[in-house]
């Protein structure tokens, strides 16, 4: 499989490393803090310095090798790396300069690299870290992957560290972009659903009491996070909840694997005048048949605001059982938030169907 010469983000561009990227090349990969979680050699001569950085240019300018230089406003800011592959499944490996810290970048590289991999055909994309590298974990994470069932223990630097994997799969869009209910249909979204979603749900403070997310009260911030939602969903399970008949959207859903075979939703928001009607219900039994019976999850989080009455007695009219809580800050206001985290088990769910 070959891949693009150069792949354009955001703020960042992947492309192949150049001759004058040589200096800002060997300050990263001699940068203690890269070293302590990115495993590069140590040089004892400029030579070796030197043949190091053209070997990594050169197997950059392949169009059969994943390896790029990461560049913002044409610096060189970081590198990205196929590790291992095979036809389906490909191992990322990724640093960022200690100045870019913080930056996001990251992310943005991670996260455009894996929609580019899956545009290629590959079906997962994974990538590891030092247990301790708790903000690398973190990037992986942000961009959908879920930890994986996989250790390994590697000696570096005369430690030894706990190696743990986090993966992505490619979501099969054909088979799982609209799911069908009775009154709604989960869906992509749509370029002019700005409109129903800045009325129903972004701007509506008896649904965004509710959300995590902050709020979002005019159009123009409307149509910019309808667009950040319409690229989300190509690598997510993410819907914009419709009214079966007219295909108004009236709010969102979504599920994501959180470690493997494990699912969880992302957040359930319904537009007020569409509350108490059973479209809740809907919501999750959807959710639910597509996690356990099309993705085959072992088990199923749902967490809500411990005041969100409605939201409790959803969970229990599923037979959800108590997990855990956990206290939080809510970052667009800095509320603080008690959150209830229950779960239904494979076994539970399928004996719920028999009844």
Known sequence: MQ????????????????DIDYIPMMEMVKDDKIKETYMLPDFSKIDEEASFFHHLKELSS????FIYGIYYNDLLVGFINEVDKNEREIELGYFISPKYSCSG??????GVAIDHLFEMGYSMVYASCFEENIASAKVMQKC???LLNRKDTIEYRGKVHNC?????????????ETLIGDKIILRAAKKLDYSSMLKNVWGDIDVYKWMLYAPTLDEEDAIKR?????????????YYIALKDSNLAIGLCGIRE???GRFEETGICIGKEYQGIGIGKEVVSLLLDLSFDKLMAKDFRYGYFHDNIKSMKLAQSFQFTYDH???LIRPWDKEKKRITICILKKEDYEKSLKK
Do not use: D, V
């Open 62 to 65: 392949s169009l059969t090798k």
């Open 164 to 176: 743990i994997y986090y993966g992505i799969r490619k979501i099969e869009k054909e088979k799982y």
């Open 105 to 110: 970048f990251a992310t943005e590289a991670l």
């Open 325 to 327: 809580e956990t206290l």
């Open 226 to 238: 309808n667009e950040r939602f319409i690229l989300f969903q190509k690598n997510h399970y993410a």
């Open 258 to 260: 959180y470690e493997e």
């Open 144 to 146: 959908g992957m879920f």
């Open 3 to 18: 891949r693009k010469e150069k792949i354009i983000s955001n703020r960042i561009l992947l492309m192949p490393l150049r």
